[in-house]
Each structure stands twice: as structure tokens, then as C-alpha cells.
């Protein structure tokens, strides 16, 4: 064996992932958006494509370099991401939601900048945004879905209601209060959550070793799934 070769587990596997934030405009020149950074995606996209899987990467707006991989949209709104991986849907074999997706957006974006008023506060109406991740899960045919689930408090209680809400075969769980975990972080500390009630935890690593770890659950999904 070529040490230096990495594994090639994933060969002709579609897999499509999403990263980074959305962005939804309130006019020209502001936008409502989270502090995803992306890496976490842009780790998995690497690694995927590293073991062979035909990757494609549908990213919001990110400031690190983008992984080479087969296909690369770029995206803002949430709108905008969930036409590109809907229309992208029906060819794949994995799909993994590492994006954080803007639950609202505003009603109204304005054409021209918004004037301040001169004086009281300002109120900015807001429409819930479809759910992507739902959307896969009410139309999931033979794929493997995979989501992520960032918390502030009850990690496990919220995720694997997410994981059953959204009709998921892996859910990563992502505790944003742990140091060395979550956004603009080079490393991550996750669980991994399953339907079946089975659950493991992977220990705090770069985000490049996370995704190996979580792309190693995946091929053994497609493995068990072909046998
Ligand atoms: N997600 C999505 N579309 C949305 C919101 C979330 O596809 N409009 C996906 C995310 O990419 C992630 C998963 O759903 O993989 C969980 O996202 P999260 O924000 O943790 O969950 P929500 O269902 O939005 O619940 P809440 O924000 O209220 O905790
Ligand atoms: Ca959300």
C-alpha cells in the first residue's frame, strides 16, 4: 500500500455539500447573515474529493480559498441555495448540509438604501425561509442525508429532534459553547448522532481530520446500504 495514496472509499459516490452562511439583502448595502465561516464544508468537500467521490460544492459568500472539486456554485440567499441543491438532488448519493442557513429573511428588500429616521426605533419585518434540509428529507428517494446542528444548549435533545424532524441518516452535532468548537474555529469537536438511537463522539481535531471521521460514517452508510 501507497501510504502517501489516501483511501479511495468513496469512488463514483455523488456527494453534494453545502457550506458557509447565507446572506439575505435588506437593501443595497446590508444584509442579515451569521458567522459561519465555511471551513467545516469546505473540509469535507476537500476530504471527499480526496477519496474519490465526485464532488459538488454549493457555497455562500466565504472568505478562505475553495477546494478544487468537480462542481462549485456560489450562492447568497437561502432562495438561491436551495434551488441549487434541489435541481442538483435526484443525481446524488450523499448530500451533507454543513451550511448554517439564515432561518428569515427580510419581507421587503429595499431598492434604494434605507434612510435613517430622525427619530424612534426602526422595525424590519422578516419571512421564515424555506428549509432546505426538510425539503431533502420530505423528498428523499435513495440518498444519504446527512446534517449539522449547532447548539448553544442541549446539544443532544435539539440535534436528534432536527435529525428526526428533518428525516436524516447522520446527524452532526456541533456544541458551539465548547472551546475549540464551531465557527471561525480550525478544529471541532462533534457527536454523531444516528436514528437508530446510536451515538459517538469524536474528539476535538482539526477540521480536516473531522471530516475524515465523519466521511468514514458516510462510507460505511453506502457500504451497508449496497450490501
Ligand atoms: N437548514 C436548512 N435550511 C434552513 C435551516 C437549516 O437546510 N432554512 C439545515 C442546516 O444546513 C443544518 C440543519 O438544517 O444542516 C440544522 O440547522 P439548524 O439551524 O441547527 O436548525 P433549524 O432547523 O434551523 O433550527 P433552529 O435554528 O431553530 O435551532
Ligand atoms: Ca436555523
Known sequence: INVLMPNQ????????ITAGPTREEIDPVRYITNYSSGKMGYALAEMAKK???????????????????????SVLSTE????????????????IKAA???????????????KKQKEGSMELSLTKNPDILWELG??????????????????????????????????????LMQ?????????????????????????????KKIADGILDEIAYLLKEKKA
Open 179 to 207: 472551546p475549540g468548537a464551531g465557527f471561525h474555529c480550525d478544529t471541532n469537536q462533534v457527536m454523531l448522532l444516528y436514528p437508530n438511537g446510536q451515538s459517538k463522539s469524536l474528539k476535538l481535531e482539526e477540521k
Open 51 to 73: 477519496r474519490g467521490a465526485l464532488v459538488t460544492l454549493i457555497t455562500g459568500p466565504c472568505q478562505i480559498p475553495i477546494p478544487k472539486v468537480d462542481e462549485v456554485v
Open 100 to 114: 448554517a442557513v439564515s432561518d428569515y429573511r427580510p419581507t421587503d428588500r429595499a431598492v434604494q438604501k434605507i
Open 138 to 175: 420530505k423528498t428523499k428517494n435513495d440518498q444519504i442525508l446527512v446534517g449539522f446542528a449547532a447548539e448553544t444548549e442541549n446539544l443532544i435533545e435539539n440535534a436528534t429532534s432536527k435529525m428526526n424532524r428533518k428525516n436524516l441518516d447522520l446527524m452532526v452535532a456541533n456544541d
Open 80 to 95: 438561491e441555495m436551495l434551488h441549487a441543491v434541489m435541481s442538483r438532488y435526484e443525481q446524488q448519493d450523499v448530500v
Open 9 to 16: 472509499d468513496l469512488v463514483g459516490q455523488h456527494i453534494l
